[in-house]
């Protein structure tokens, strides 16, 4: 007689593949099959343009390494100051993220991201006294580090960044670690108070163009010259935004009064609440060029002399970088670029993992990466669980930008898993370890979650292989768990995973289970 009573069947827990097995193994198979199994997938071996070289005259890789290390040198002092006074040990001053200078009342009040990362004064005065610098020349430098990825700050404590130790070695993470540093220009020497942040965000936004001019003119360019294609841009980005002209206005300038007959004569005073003619005369131009150059220079792009600017071989090597970014940006290899970030999660869906990451560089190098990572975060709060795994594998491509915004969100229930995942992969834990971040709970939840992603993108068969990566040791155990984690697709993914197993005992099993939670039952 065949015995009714379910069978205590043993799971076992299935070890996630290390990426470069998982890039080994790709490339063992044969023609790729989508990420939940189905066929018709988009393989990634398509014909490439060769990646071109750079303008001639451009120095070797290695050359170009020795010049960064050389304009980082400061910060990489200060970096390794740090990370032999964060060893653990009595008396080792605290180094990040706190305020300079004594409290003062209210200031529990303030923006903390504003002071995070900062050193205390203790420990600038005891890098200062250990390096033979000045206090300040620490802070530069400290700063500097930041910004190019030398040392990192998690949660209030900083530490060495892979770049660090890497940086003897390496010249691409040389490099690396010095574009990061270019991007962050406006950060590094930040502008006078004078200039109202609405005429420096414009700043910003406008210097790509000229360091593109720059680069396409190799060689000096005069200064009245730059300044003329500065006021363009801003009057191009002004009139995108169906802003106000760019300039004081003649009838305003002679009446003091605005368009609608009120008077004009403080910031925040434009149509839109945006500069008014007031602010756009206070922050004349030539004085947002001069710093924007000042800047450029500070971080070794380029050198301002005789009235005339040029940028030095790593400056001119960037822009050409970012320019080919750009380029392959415009070529997205799937054709999602345009699209919404859900939308290009869903084109993503059946690519194969190198390809996939190729298409979500390309979405992310045409927008701000600010902009992106939310979009990618709304995406993932969705009802579809197969778009919460693949923004998350987006946001890995992002790195370390991504990451505030991540740790917020570690609290919402549908993404707490995921961004523990991120943030613990992100901080260095061995990608064969990182499951044991999260609690017997949220690994629950976590299964139910891509479960459900199976059940509406996958095929019956992974549906049951996947039963066997659940956390728990056997059935009865696994379908108890899950009633009680709470999963609003946990009735689905039962009775979907009942009807596609093979076991009749274990789908009645199962399908009982479905029942109960359906009903509120036990």
């Keep these: 007689m065949t015995s009714r009573i379910p069978r205590d069947s043993r799971l076992h827990l299935v070890r996630t593949p290390s990426p470069r097995a998982e890039r080994r193994a790709e490339a063992e198979r044969g023609p790729a099959r989508g990420p939940l199994g189905g066929p018709g997938a988009v393989t990634q071996r398509r014909a490439r343009r060769p990646a071109p070289p750079p303008p001639e005259g451009t120095p070797a890789p290695a050359e170009l390494a020795r010049m960064a290390r050389a304009g980082l040198a400061g910060a990489v ?51 200062a006294a250990d390096l ?110 169906c802003e106000i002209p760019y300039g004081p206005q003649e009838e305003t300038r002679r009446t003091g009064t605005g368009p609608d007959g009120g008077t004009d004569d403080g910031p925040g005073n434009g149509p839109d609440g945006g500069p008014g003619e007031a602010e756009c005369a206070a922050a004349p131009p030539a004085d947002l060029l001069a710093w924007a150059l000042r800047a450029l220079a500070a971080v070794g792009a380029l050198t301002c002399a005789d009235g005339q600017a040029t940028l030095t071989p790593l400056g001119s090597w960037a822009v050409w970088v970012k320019l080919e970014q750009i380029c392959v940006a415009a070529q997205s290899p799937a054709g999602n670029i345009e699209q919404s970030a859900e939308d290009m999660l869903r084109g993503c869906a059946r690519l194969r993992p190198n390809a996939a990451r190729a298409e979500y560089r390309a979405w992310l190098a045409a927008r701000d990466v600010g902009t992106a990572v939310a979009e990618l975060l709304d995406a993932a709060r969705g ?30 229930t549908s993404l707490r898993p995921y961004a523990l995942l991120w943030l613990a992969e992100y901080e260095g834990t061995d990608p064969e370890d990182v499951h044991h971040v999260l609690t017997r709970e949220e690994s629950t939840w976590l299964w139910v979650d891509t479960a459900a992603a199976v059940a509406d993108h996958g095929e019956a068969e992974l549906l049951v292989r996947h039963l066997d990566s659940a956390p728990q040791p056997t059935v009865p155990a696994l379908l ?20 596609a197993h093979p076991d009749p005992a274990l789908a009645k099993a199962v399908r009982r289970a479905a029942f109960q939670v359906h009903t509120g039952g036990v």
């Design 77 to 127: 002092r200060a970096a390794r100051w740090a990370e032999q006074a964060l060893r653990p040990a009595p008396g080792t001053p605290r180094l990040a993220t706190g305020r300079r200078g004594p409290a003062q009342p209210g200031a529990e009040d303030a923006a903390p991201a504003a002071a995070t990362g900062a050193l205390s004064d203790a420990a600038a005065e005891q890098a």
């Design 480 to 499: 108890d768990e899950v009633r009680a984690v709470g999963h609003p697709r946990t009735v689905q993914v039962l009775v979907a995973l009942a009807a």
């Design 132 to 241: 033979g610098v000045t206090a300040h020349q620490v802070r530069t430098d400290w700063d500097t580090a930041r910004l190019a990825g030398l040392v990192e700050v998690h949660g209030g404590v900083a530490r060495p960044g892979w770049r660090l130790r890497a940086w003897d070695r390496d010249d691409a993470a040389v490099l690396r670690g010095w574009v990061a540093l270019f991007d962050a220009w406006s950060l590094a020497h930040p502008a006078p108070a004078a200039l109202p942040p609405a005429s420096v965000a414009e700043t910003v936004e406008a210097v790509p163009q000229l360091l593109s001019f720059l680069q396409l003119s190799a060689g000096p360019v005069p200064v009245p010259q730059l300044l003329d294609l500065f006021e363009q841009r801003v009057r191009e980005l002004r009139t995108e935004r």
């Design 383 to 412: 009802e579809d669980a197969l778009l919460r795994g693949l923004a998350f594998e987006a946001l890995r491509v992002v790195g370390a930008p991504a990451e505030p915004e991540v740790r917020a969100v570690v609290d919402e």
